[in-house]
């Protein structure tokens, strides 16, 4: 079974940038992807990345401006956050699965506990 921290989460200002990182333990190896839940919406897809790292998905809010990447020496995945909104202010977690196509409709192998982002203005 996978487990997953993440960590990175915080306060920062509108077009600064931040980094979230997710520590993966377990034997396979997964899609790995981020989603995120601003209060009062519902969790929505940010960025996926394939098991082997030679593929990358956007949400088009985030297209360009975020870049997802893995570390599998380090069994780590990172989100990393540039020119940031304050629309961006969600929980952000971490999600592992069989493939993106998976990932974003809703099949899981496991869920970190969501780190903090707040952007202010």
């Known amino acids: 079974q996978v487990q997953l921290v993440e960590s990175g989460g915080g306060l920062v200002e509108a077009e600064g940038s931040l980094t979230l990182s997710c520590a993966v333990s377990?034997?396979?190896?997964?899609?790995m992807a981020w989603f995120r839940q601003a209060p009062g919406k519902e969790r929505e897809f940010a960025a996926g990345i394939t098991s082997s790292g030679r593929s990358t998905s956007y949400a088009n809010s985030v297209q360009g401006r975020f870049t997802i990447a893995r570390d599998d020496a380090k069994n780590t995945v990172y989100l990393q956050m540039n020119s940031l909104k304050p629309e961006d202010t969600a929980v952000y977690y971490c999600?592992?699965?069989?493939?993106?196509?998976?990932?974003?409709?809703?099949?899981?192998?496991?869920w970190g506990q969501g780190t903090q982002v707040t952007v202010s203005s």
């Open positions: 999600v592992a699965g069989s493939s993106i196509t998976n990932l974003k409709a809703g099949l899981s192998a496991g």
């Open positions: 377990g034997r396979s190896i997964y899609a």
